[in-house]
C-alpha cells in the first residue's frame, strides 16, 4: 500500500554529518505522522525523531537532541532526518516509518506505525 525507500547512508567520522531521506510512494498520505527509528547490532530497535503531519510538533530521542534535525516535504512525499555532530553511538541501520493514524498514540512507539522502510546503515567511525 506504501512503501517507503531510505536513502542516505554511509560512512561518516565523528562529528561529521549525514543527511537520510525517505522516500514514499504508493498510497500515500499527507497526513501521516513520520519517524526515524535505529536499530544497531546486538540492540532492539528505538526511536529517534518524529515529525506530524503539518510539521509543527517534532520529537526526539534524548541522546540526539540538539544534533538532529527531522523535516518533511509533503508535496514530494519526503521526509528527512539530518544528522549533525555524529557519535560512534549513533551507528545503526536508519529505518523510516509512516504511521497513518497516530491520534492518542505514542509517537516514539515501533507499534504506532504502519509502513516501514528497508533500512539504511550508517557508521560512525572513532
Known amino acids: 500500500q506504501v512503501q517507503l525507500v531510505e536513502s542516505g547512508g554511509g560512512l561518516v567520522q565523528a562529528g561529521g554529518s549525514l543527511r537520510l531521506s525517505c522516500a514514499a510512494s504508493?498510497?500515500?498520505?499527507?497526513?501521516?505522522?513520520m519517524g526515524w527509528f535505529r536499530q544497531a547490532p546486538g540492540k532492539e530497535r528505538e526511536f529517534v525523531a518524529a515529525?506530524?503531519?503539518?510539521?509543527?510538533?517534532?520529537n526526539f530521542v534524548e541522546s540526539v537532541k540538539g544534533r538532529f534535525t527531522i523535516s518533511r516535504d509533503n508535496a514530494k512525499n519526503t521526509v528527512s532526518l539530518q544528522m549533525n555532530s555524529l557519535k560512534p553511538e549513533d551507528t545503526a541501520v536508519y529505518y523510516c516509518?509512516?504511521?497513518?493514524?497516530?491520534?492518542?498514540?505514542?509517537?516514539?512507539?515501533?507499534?504506532?506505525?504502519?509502513?516501514w522502510g528497508q533500512g539504511t546503515q550508517v557508521t560512525v567511525s572513532s
Open positions: 504508493g498510497r500515500t498520505s499527507s497526513t501521516y505522522a
Open positions: 516509518a509512516a504511521g497513518a493514524n497516530v491520534v492518542r498514540r505514542p509517537m516514539y512507539s515501533p507499534l504506532t506505525y504502519d509502513y
Open positions: 515529525i506530524n503531519w503539518s510539521g509543527d510538533f517534532t
